[in-house]
């Protein structure tokens, strides 16, 4: 509007100067409205600026979306369709198989007919042969038992009934004490300040047989003997 307002001043202004220019002078030519140059370049910037907002959508939508999973294309098995039985096809002719001929059976062999055999003689009785006893000799004498002594070694015997020279012979021993369980491996007793179990050699020749309960057996010499704890 302010271009065709100063349009028209220019026109009174120019009436005023020129005053044979009246109302059939030529008019003078307008020029068609132009827009100014900052808004062409306003114009242009803003569909700049919206067509880089379109492409930057569209690479966030791109990017962002998950990539759709492959097409499989399965390729289905080519179909064969076999033509059906219709009423032009004749039906294979039958095979007419000629009946089996019989065959003779096999002739049995002659069999020869043999004679019996006679029944076989009875036996002769042989005089029966003398026995003859074999005498064996008297079996010898049981031996005679074994002395008293000789036993002794397998009684449990107490110190005071040993021999003699086995008890003047005999280690001394220091029996501090005893345990007594009904597991023979947690059963023990003090010796010479030592602490033994069943099997173990209290002194040369002297071994600790079994541990009972307020008595251990030894064994010296092949005696068996038991004392108290």
Do not use: C
């Amino acid at each position: 509007m302010s271009y065709i307002l100063d349009a028209l001043r220019k026109a009174d202004a120019q009436r005023e100067r020129d005053p044979a220019r009246g109302i059939h002078a030529q008019p003078v030519q307008v020029s068609p409205l132009e827009p100014p140059e900052g808004h062409q370049t306003r114009f242009w910037l803003g569909g700049v600026v919206v067509i880089g907002a379109g492409l930057l959508a569209v690479a966030a939508w791109q990017l962002a979306g998950p990539a759709a999973p492959p097409v499989a294309v399965s390729v289905a098995p080519p179909v064969v369709h076999l033509p059906a039985a219709g009423a032009g096809m004749s039906p294979a002719p039958a095979v007419i198989r000629p009946p089996p001929v019989p065959t003779a059976a096999p002739a049995l062999p002659a069999t020869e007919v043999l004679p019996a055999a006679p029944p076989p003689a009875a036996p002769v009785a042989l005089p029966a042969a003398p026995l003859r006893e074999a005498r064996k000799p008297a079996p010898a004498l049981a031996a005679s038992s074994p002395a008293p002594a000789a036993a002794a070694p397998d009684r449990l015997l107490s110190v005071n009934e040993l021999p003699a020279d086995v008890q003047r012979d005999l280690p001394k021993l220091a029996i501090s004490g005893g345990v007594y369980s009904d597991n023979p491996a947690q059963r023990m007793m003090i010796v010479n300040g030592q602490v033994v179990g069943e099997g173990a050699e209290l002194a040369p020749g002297v071994v600790l047989e079994q541990i009972r309960a307020r008595t251990a057996v030894l064994r010296y010499r092949g005696y068996r003997y038991a004392v108290a704890y």
